[in-house]
């Protein structure tokens, strides 16, 4: 069994540790499985089937970190919240005032 950390997102957000495929496997050529495309009555492509293959357990994985909740925003969004979630002088040229003590 090959390990990886990945960040999961159901049912709750956290860190896992993941089964990963072998990559030396002559069945599915580290892949994880094997694809099967199929077509419709008039030969254009209508999808695909995959078998997963027995080097890779999809199901093996294990909590070792649950994450916060503000962890679910996109990370374009995490310095918006930080800039707003900071106390500051409103009145202040950012943040600062640059007037000298009297």
Do not use: K
């Amino acid at each position: 069994m090959r390990r990886r950390i990945e960040r999961a997102t159901c049912p709750r957000h956290a860190l896992v540790l993941t089964d990963t495929p072998r990559p030396d496997c002559q069945v599915c050529d580290g892949i994880g499985g094997i694809e099967h495309p199929y077509g419709d009555e008039t030969g254009d492509y209508a999808g695909s089937d995959w078998e997963p293959c027995d080097c890779f357990n999809a199901d093996r994985r294990w909590t070792l970190l649950p994450l916060p909740r503000w962890t679910m925003l996109p990370p374009s969004l995490w310095p918006v919240i930080r800039r707003f979630s900071r106390h500051r002088d409103p009145w202040a040229a950012h943040g600062y005032s640059d007037e000298p003590p009297f």
